[in-house]
Nanobody, 127 residues
Framework: QVQLVESGGGLVQAGGSLRLSCTAS????????MGWFLQAPGKERELVAA????????YYGDSVKGRFTISRDNAKNTVNLQMNSLAPEDTAVYYC????????????????????WGQGTQVTVSS
């Protein structure tokens, strides 16, 4: 099984940037499609961005398009989420998720399509 650990969260002012990282152990991430989800207080978990196993296909939620960038480095077993132009509504716990797949070019948009999750990292954006 793969274990995922997120890092890079913290407190930032509106307009600032953060870079989240998800580091895997136990298995190589090259066998997994990846996703970043967020969960704000009192709300359901929602997809922020997803990336295919090969890295060539990405998806972004409407609220983060043009501001966030997902990337992966399979050699380093990491997936990153670069978050720019942060706003208070981006405040949430951010989770990294992995799904084992045979397909290089497919991303997975639904929470229940992922079998492995990190513990989450808090992102707080002050106004």
């Amino acid at each position: 099984q793969v274990q995922l650990v997120e890092s890079g969260g913290g407190l930032v002012q509106a307009g600032g940037s953060l870079r989240l990282s998800c580091t895997a152990s136990g298995r190589t991430l090259s066998s997994y499609a990846m996703g970043w989800f967020l969960q704000a207080p009192g709300k359901e978990r929602e997809l922020v961005a997803a990336i295919s196993r090969g890295g060539g296909t990405t998806y972004y939620g409407d609220s983060v398009k043009g501001r966030f960038t997902i990337s992966r480095d399979n050699a380093k077993n990491t997936v990153n989420l670069q978050m720019n132009s942060l706003a208070p509504e981006d405040t949430a716990v951010y989770y990294c998720a992995a799904r084992s797949t045979a397909y290089l070019g497919v991303y997975y948009p639904k929470e229940n399509e992922y079998g492995y999750w990190g513990q989450g990292t808090q992102v707080t954006v002050s106004s």
